[in-house]
Each structure stands twice: as structure tokens, then as C-alpha cells.
């Protein structure tokens, strides 16, 4: 829900639906939240011993989520901090993809690795999704790796029934297909605000400060848009495929 409220506030760009977002995030962070780990429930002020492999799949999608809409630099940090915890958890190093509780745990009969995406994604295609997501916006190829593991993971196991793997499916789109990545090297953090409100919903930002490598045209905050492999001159204004709008710092 709380990425579903993010997204919809970058369609939208009605605020209401940013603040219930981060409004839950932070009663997560507060009250599921450890030092290193998730706690899969919480109530009257106790919380359970234990989270589950879609526990933290699903909260790394969430932080994802919230630094796409905010642009907040500290999301991102903990997205990668939960998606580095889930692997060292939840992998199976032999055999690939991630159980649904922690590998060593020796109280269950069985610790089944769940594939099939029904109402709920499985948190094994919601990792490959989070693994993309990652590579996409750091370029970390520690990111590139892992998606490619989980991939040959869940190919074989979605090879006979497609349907029944549709986020695993999305994953390998988005890796294959990969929206543009704009850097934007921000003048003054008072930009950042009209950059949030015009960027293209479905994109890979990076947001920086001026460098030699990323240096400002025109004393201007400067959006550097790359796309297959292939990217644009630096420029002040962008403007974005079946979209008349003009995005433009001023």
C-alpha cells in the first residue's frame, strides 16, 4: 500500500497521498524495525520475534518506491541496506532463489523457496524486481549480478506456467527494457521540488551535485538522460516521448 500511495502521488501529485505513504513508512521504521531486521507483526506496543523472505522483499519495494517520489537520498540507502540483509538471510547459495525463512532455520519441516505470483507476488519475483530496480538507479553491478542469478532462478520455474509468474515476468521486462536514467545535477536544492513534480513516472533518477563530470549548463540545474545504451547532450529542458509537457528549470 505504501508504494501503491507513492506511485499514485506521482500520477497525481496530490501531497495527501505522499504523507499517508510516508506517514506508514515511518510506523514501520518505528515499530518493526530493529537494528539489522524486520519484525513480521506488531501489536500493543509487543512485536513478533520473526519476519518472513516477503516481509523484506516488500518493505525494499516500499523504500524503492518512496525515493522515486521523493527523491530522498536516505530511502535509497535503506532500500540497499534491507535488499543486502535479505540476501545474506533468505539466499540459498547452492541452489538459487531465496526461502521464505531465514536459510539456517532448523524449527520448520521444510523451508519452501515460493515462486508463483497470485494476488500477492511471490517475494522471490519481488526481489528480482528490486534487484532491477537497484542496478538501474545506483549502476551497481553487485545489483546486475544478483537480478541475473534470480532470473536463471525463476525461469525454470516459470517456463510451464507463465500467468502464474506475472512480477517475475515484469522484473525481466524492465531489465531488458529499461526506462531512461536522467541524472540531474541539481543549482539549488529549491529545484528539486519542480524536478520531482515533472519527471517521467516510470524512470531511473540520480540526483547529484555539480561535478566535473556532471557540470551545470548555463549556471542551470542540468538533466543528463541516458537510454539504451545511448545518451542525449546535457540540457536544461527535456522533453519526454507522447508527452507535450517540457520539463524546465527556471
Given at each position: ?14 501531497e495527501?497521498?505522499l ?18 531486521g524486520?519484525y513480521a ?5 509487543k512485536?513478533?520475534?520473526k519476519a518472513?523472505l516477503?516481509?523484506y522483499?516488500?518493505y ?7 525515493y522515486?517520489?521523493?527523491l530522498?537520498?536516505s530511502?535509497?540507502e ?23 525463512c531465514?536459510?539456517?532455520d ?9 515462486t508463483?505470483d497470485?494476488?500477492?507476488?511471490s ?5 528480482a524486481?528490486?534487484?532491477v530496480?537497484?542496478?538501474q538507479?545506483t ?16 525461469s525454470?520455474q516459470?517456463?510451464?506456467?507463465p500467468?502464474?509468474?506475472?512480477m ?16 540531474v ?10 524536478v520531482k513534480?515533472?519527471i517521467?513516472?516510470f ?5 547529484v551535485?555539480e561535478?566535473?563530470e556532471?557540470?551545470?549548463i ?14 542525449m547532450?546535457?540540457t536544461n ?9 517540457r520539463?524546465?528549470i527556471?
Amino acid at each position: 500500500m505504501i508504494a501503491a500511495l507513492s506511485m499514485l502521488y506521482r500520477v497525481s501529485h496530490n501531497e495527501k497521498y505522499l504523507q499517508a505513504a510516508k506517514t506508514a513508512q515511518s510506523f514501520i521504521e518505528k515499530n518493526l524495525c530493529g537494528n539489522t531486521g524486520l519484525y513480521a507483526s506488531y501489536r500493543d506496543g509487543k512485536r513478533s520475534d520473526k519476519a518472513f523472505l516477503d516481509d523484506y522483499a516488500f518493505y525494499t519495494a516500499t523504500l524503492i518506491e518512496m525515493y522515486n517520489s521523493t527523491l530522498d537520498k536516505s530511502y535509497l540507502e535503506k532500500a540497499e541496506r534491507f535488499c543486502n540483509e535479505t540476501v545474506r538471510r533468505f539466499s540459498d547459495k547452492q541452489n538459487g532463489g531465496f526461502y521464505l525463512c531465514k536459510a539456517d532455520d532448523d524449527e520448520l519441516f521444510m523451508n519452501p523457496r515460493e515462486t508463483y505470483d497470485g494476488a500477492i507476488p511471490s517475494g522471490n519475483s519481488v526481489m528480482a524486481y528490486n534487484f532491477v530496480r537497484l542496478y538501474q538507479i545506483t549502476e551497481n553491478e553487485k545489483y546486475r549480478e544478483l537480478a541475473e542469478k534470480q532470473f536463471e532462478f525463476l525461469s525454470s520455474q516459470a517456463s510451464d506456467y507463465p500467468a502464474g509468474h506475472s512480477m517475475f515476468l515484469l522484473a525481466k521486462l524492465m531489465y531488458e527494457n529499461p526506462p531512461e536514467h536522467i541524472t540531474v545535477a541539481v543549482k539549488d536544492s529549491t529545484d528539486l521540488q519542480s524536478v520531482k513534480d515533472n519527471i517521467p513516472f516510470f524512470s531511473n533518477i540520480s540526483v547529484v551535485s555539480e561535478s566535473k563530470e556532471y557540470h551545470l549548463i548555463n549556471d542551470m540545474t542540468t538533466y543528463y538522460v541516458c537510454k539504451d545504451y545511448s545518451c542525449m547532450p546535457p540540457t536544461n529542458t527535456i522533453t519526454h516521448e507522447n508527452q507535450t509537457k517540457r520539463i524546465e528549470i527556471k
